[in-house]
Nanobody, 115 residues
Framework: QVQLVESGGGLVRAGESLRLSCAAS????????VAWYRQAPGKERELAASIAVGTNIMYADSVKGRFTISRNHDWKLAYLQMNNLKPEDTGVYSC?????????WGQGTQVTVSS
């Protein structure tokens, strides 16, 4: 079992930055990748960014050039650096870790961007 806890969300103004963290605990062995998802009010959850073994990184078009995903050497910490935030970035951000075919989710952290 793996437990994930996100942190770093908050209320910011458009143009400002936030750095989200995803802390993993438990049996963090055989990690395939970590992804950050977000869900805006009234909308479906969408993938914002992901990083997989071999440093394969993917970003949604809406965040390219503004968000950067990273992780530490043992996968126990993952980050999402969010720059030049926009009101449309508002939502609950959750991290998902894939470990040997199993997927684990955190509870999420709220990000609110005011115009």
């Amino acid at each position: 079992q793996v437990q994930l806890v996100e942190s770093g969300g908050g209320l910011v103004r458009a143009g400002e930055s936030l750095r989200l963290s995803c802390a993993a605990s438990g049996r963090v062995v055989g990690v395939v990748g970590v992804a950050w998802y977000r869900q805006a009010p009234g909308k479906e959850r969408e993938l914002a960014a992901s990083i997989a073994v071999g440093t394969n990184i993917m970003y949604a078009d809406s965040v390219k050039g503004r968000f950067t995903i990273s992780r530490n050497h043992d996968w126990k910490l993952a980050y999402l650096q969010m720059n030049n935030l926009k009101p449309e970035d508002t939502g609950v951000y959750s991290c998902k870790m894939t470990v040997r075919g199993a997927q684990y989710w955190g509870q999420g952290t709220q990000v609110t961007v005011s115009s």
